[in-house]
């Protein structure tokens, strides 16, 4: 069964550095979420898309960004990277709707030297 | 507010071994709750939910029952076996509309041969 695509899966930037992470949600899904990772830490939300339009912003840095495009795809883009940032960015998608559970995608690993 | 409350790890068994780990939550509404595994180098897989008291969530041998009295979800599994070795995130969906997700802040668990 198709699942969360996410790309890529590491990324090493330097600080102050931009990176674009990317999210391709199961097929039919029109719900994206974004949580990050950090080191021994329990996922955080940042930010969730559902058709398109953003719907539910969590602890996300305005120094980060993100959209949902046509395709449903998702991109987040990060600018002027700190040291931590480094972390495991998850994407997640569902149908959309209380009870919908998330399906996740193997997150990509973002390493900020 | 909303929150997720997790016994701390890591949890150690032997294999076939029962397997016991707290959750309790607190919300100010009606959530559903789920509880997420992580194998290492892989995203969040739902493993199992209950939207509703006293539902009973299952999947894979794992249980956990809906607690609206005690706010719990303890995750059990009468006997564990190696490839169960992971971290358990019980999460809760307050169902307040913003459709995301709040994680405990997971448990590792080891079993061993």
């Given at each position: ?93 569902s149908q959309g709707g209380p009870n919908s559970p998330l399906h996740f995608g193997n997150g990509t690993r973002l390493t900020?030297? | ?85 992971a971290v358990y995130f019980c999460a809760l969906d307050p169902l307040d509309s913003s459709y995301k997700l709040i994680f ?10």
């Open positions: 069964a198709a699942g969360v695509i996410q790309s890529p899966r590491h990324l090493i930037k330097e600080k102050r550095e931009t990176a674009t992470l990317k999210c391709y949600p199961i097929p039919r899904h029109d719900t994206v979420y974004w949580y990050q990772q950090g080191p021994g830490q329990d996922p955080q939300f940042l930010i969730s898309f559902y058709e398109k339009m953003q719907s539910d912003k969590g602890s996300i840095p305005d120094r980060f960004s993100a959209q949902q495009f046509s395709d449903y795809h998702s991109e987040l883009n990060m600018s002027s990277l700190e040291l931590g940032d480094s972390a495991l960015y998850f994407c997640a998608s900020v030297t | 507010g909303n929150s997720v409350t997790q016994m701390e790890g890591p949890v150690t068994l032997s294999e076939e071994a029962f397997l016991t780990i707290n959750c309790t939550y607190t919300a100010t509404g009606y959530p559903s709750l789920f509880w997420y595994v992580q194998y290492p180098g892989e995203g969040l897989q739902l493993l199992l939910k209950a939207t509703k008291a006293d539902d009973k969530g299952s999947n894979k041998g794992f249980e956990a029952t809906y607690r609206k009295e005690t706010t719990s979800f303890h995750l059990e599994k009468g006997s564990v076996q190696v490839s169960d070795s405990g802040s997971g448990t590792r668990l080891l079993v061993r041969p």
